[in-house]
């Protein structure tokens, strides 16, 4: 069932989180959105997914993949703090001024999974 799927998704985010292992958060959230398209996640849930998933980009390096996520994300959460946190430091990257990034990084207090 989606909500079992999704339980199992977040106990395998955490732990990977756990891990370090940005990859594994990238490949999970993306196999998610593919497989879920988030539309039988809550509200919250999607947040989450969307949220570890640009972390991970970020994380990795991907400047170009977060960007095309930021892009493809639905209006809804275009106003999520976090996210437009997480955003503020991928636009930073994409510009290439690593001091505006750590400045976006220091700016708000952050929760799981970006914590």
């Known amino acids: 069932s989606p909500s079992c799927a999704m339980a199992s998704a977040v106990a395998t985010l955490d732990a990977l989180a756990a891990a370090g292992d940005a990859a594994g958060i990238v490949s999970l959230c993306e196999a998610l959105e593919l497989e879920l398209g988030h ?42 703090p976090e996210l437009v946190g997480l955003w503020a430091v991928g636009r930073a990257r994409w510009a290439g001024d690593s001091a505006a990034a750590c400045a976006a990084l220091a700016a708000r207090p952050w929760a799981p999974p970006v914590l």
């Open 39 to 80: 539309e039988t996640l809550s509200v919250s849930d999607s947040a989450t997914v969307y949220k570890a998933q640009m972390l991970g980009h970020l994380l990795l390096r991907q400047t170009d993949s977060a960007r095309f996520l930021w892009k493809r994300l639905p209006a809804q959460f275009r106003d999520e």
